[in-house]
């Protein structure tokens, strides 16, 4: 922590040459997304994509789920997804899964998370659509880009699947339905891999594919 305490004493000294760009910042934001992801501290929206501040609007939680509309009374997904259509005007959203998931491989695993009650209520909003890729009846190697050769899907298939599925609960909005159908909104699936840096991106066969920049 004193680490993380002595860089916040000195940021404005680190960003004394761009004081004019974070005085802007004051005046509003300027979107270029909505990054849906998970808290995993090692995915990080704005060195993945290079962007600046005022740039991403982020929603994080543990494996960046999204409660389908109108299921689950008031939720912090739901009041952010709704401020960046409405207010912030955003015409892109992300939803970023990733590989090394601890929430994906919880769900993978079948673990006991009885000690953790509140983490396993979260998970049970995801379980249910998982649970074809989970139990191994339906072909999950379509939305994998890898197999770690043993029986039941890899960890890759699981967070990718919950991306899939994660767009759909985005699109079970009604704000997100309309701007879909006027074509003022763009959704985006996309899979983070932490060990190389890697971004697999949703494309519209169901394959997550590396493009290239």
């Known amino acids: 922590m004193k680490a993380l305490l002595d860089r916040a004493r000195t940021f404005t000294q680190r960003v004394e040459g761009e004081i004019g760009a974070y005085q802007k910042l004051a005046e509003g934001q300027y979107l270029e997304a909505l990054f849906i992801t998970c808290s995993d501290s090692r995915v990080i929206p704005a060195l993945i994509t290079d962007a600046r501040p005022g740039e991403i609007f982020e929603l994080r939680n543990a494996g960046n789920i ?58 049970a909003l995801a379980r249910p659509e998982l649970a074809p890729v989970l139990t191994g009846t339906s072909d999950s190697s379509g939305n994998s880009h890898s197999s770690d050769g043993s029986d039941g ?9 919950n991306v899939v599925n994660q767009l759909a609960a985005v699109r079970s909005y009604p704000s997100v339905r309309q701007r879909l159908e006027d074509g003022r909104l763009r959704l985006h699936g ?23 920049g």
């Open 66 to 123: 999204v409660p389908p509309y109108g299921q689950h009374g008031a939720s912090g997904e739901a009041a952010t997804l709704e401020y960046a259509l409405e207010v912030l005007g955003v015409q892109d959203v992300v939803v970023c899964g990733h590989s090394h998931c601890g929430a994906m491989g919880a769900l993978k695993s079948g673990d006991d998370l009885t000690r953790l009650p509140g983490v396993d209520a979260w998970l």
């Open 153 to 161: 899907p890899s960890l890759a298939d699981v967070a990718q699947r």
């Open 190 to 212: 996309w899979y983070y891999e932490v060990d190389t840096g890697r971004v697999y991106e949703l494309d519209d066969d169901g394959h997550f594919r590396v493009h290239a």
